[in-house]
Each structure stands twice: as structure tokens, then as C-alpha cells.
């Protein structure tokens, strides 16, 4: 397997609740690397740009509304496979579907503020870093 980078988000409702030490520390325990991490606001802008694809879907605007809402932690993350690894240790999008001991599973309480975001493919990971880490 590959070496990857890979674009990881804690959400405004992880941060909120104080997750973040504990979801950090489960990419850690399962061999990955932290590159860049950085707290902080998603300006309107980067969250249009994140979620353009969803641009026209009914939950649109309450996407773009939630994310810009708090401060959120964003992360570069390595290491072999760190794409599906990252998938994998952060559960189904839907956290009532994610399973116990996943993220989502754990800590998240509806689909709408589902603790973590975490890009899909490399591909998606490099337009990601280049979105927030600009």
C-alpha cells in the first residue's frame, strides 16, 4: 500500500463537545501521521468550494450554515493507505448506520452534525488541502 495524504475536518459540533483529543489520537494509534493541523473558522468561501458538488441538493444550505457555524480543526494526515484508513476509523456518514468504536459511531448523533469530515479519494484529498491550506 501507498504511502497517502489525506484531508481530515472536526466539525463544529466535535470540537464542541471536546472530541478532539480523542479522534486525533485514534488516527495516531492506527499509524498515522499528522502533517498539518491548524483551529480555526471555514470562511464561506472554502465551504462552497468543499461542498460544490452538493451546490442545488435541499441540504445545501444548511450544510455551508453548519460548517461556517464554529470553529473546526483542520488536518493533513499520512501515511500507507491513509484514505481508506481514515474511511474506515471514521465510520458511515449517517451516525445512527456507523458502527460502534467509529468516530461517527461514538460521538456523532445525527446526520446533519456528524463529527468528521474526511476527503473521499487522494483526489479529493489534494483539492481539499489546496481549499484550506492554500
Do not use: W
Not at 473546526?72 to 451516525?95: H, I, N, Y
Amino acid at each position: 500500500m501507498a504511502v497517502e495524504k489525506t484531508y481530515l475536518m472536526i466539525k463544529p459540533d466535535g470540537v464542541r463537545n471536546r472530541h478532539i483529543g480523542e479522534i486525533i489520537n485514534r488516527f495516531e494509534r492506527a499509524g498515522l501521521s499528522l502533517e498539518r493541523l491548524e483551529l480555526g473558522l471555514v470562511t464561506d468561501e472554502q465551504a462552497k468550494a468543499n461542498y460544490a458538488e452538493h451546490e442545488g441538493k435541499p441540504f445545501y444550505a444548511g450544510l455551508i450554515s453548519y460548517i461556517t457555524s464554529g470553529t473546526v480543526v483542520k488536518m493533513v494526515v499520512s501515511g500507507e493507505g491513509a484514505v481508506s484508513k481514515c474511511r474506515q476509523l471514521m465510520g458511515a456518514t449517517d451516525p445512527s448506520s456507523a458502527a460502534p468504536g467509529t468516530i461517527r459511531g461514538d460521538f456523532g448523533l445525527i446526520m446533519d452534525e456528524n463529527v468528521i469530515h474526511g476527503s473521499d479519494s487522494t483526489e479529493s484529498a489534494a483539492r481539499e488541502i489546496g481549499i484550506f491550506f492554500s
